[in-house]
């Protein structure tokens, strides 16, 4: 059975740093096309970042762009987001998918992701 599972998240004051982790089981995760979304209350989900398969190409949204980093550890089978400066506009549940890998280089995070994780809560307050 495929499933992902995220952890990391928590509390953090502003300007601080997490490190979220999507950990894979049942399948390859560089196999895949990873991406990492947000959803916020209130607000309709948002893509973060996504990291395409096995080219390893990466993208983010311009939001995170220098403050966030995506990464994958195939021994591990688990990708992370590497989240610096945190803003207490980061805050949200965080989720990881995958998906199909993208045929053009770079990956997007659209709806195009097929199996989702549950979520993991980041809290960005002084």
């Known amino acids: 059975q495929l499933q992902l599972v995220e952890s990391g998240g928590g509390l953090v004051q502003p300007g601080g740093s997490l490190r979220l982790s999507c950990t894979a089981s049942?399948?390859?995760?560089?196999?895949?096309?990873i991406g990492w979304f947000r959803q916020a209350p209130g607000k309709e989900r948002e893509g973060v970042s996504c990291?395409?398969?096995?080219?390893?190409?990466?993208n983010y949204a311009d939001s995170v762009k220098g403050r966030f980093t995506i990464s994958r550890d195939n021994a591990k089978n688990t990708v992370y987001l590497q989240m610096n400066s945190l803003k207490p506009e980061d805050t949200a549940v965080y989720y990881c998918?995958?998906?199909?890998?993208?045929?053009?280089?770079?990956?997007?995070?659209?709806?195009?992701?097929?199996?989702w994780g549950q979520g993991t809560q980041v809290t960005v307050s002084s």
């Open positions: 049942g399948f390859t995760l560089d196999d895949y096309a």
């Open positions: 990291i395409n398969g096995r080219r390893g190409s990466t």
């Open positions: 998918a995958a998906g199909t890998p993208f045929v053009q280089a770079m990956c997007v995070m659209g709806d195009e992701y097929d199996y």
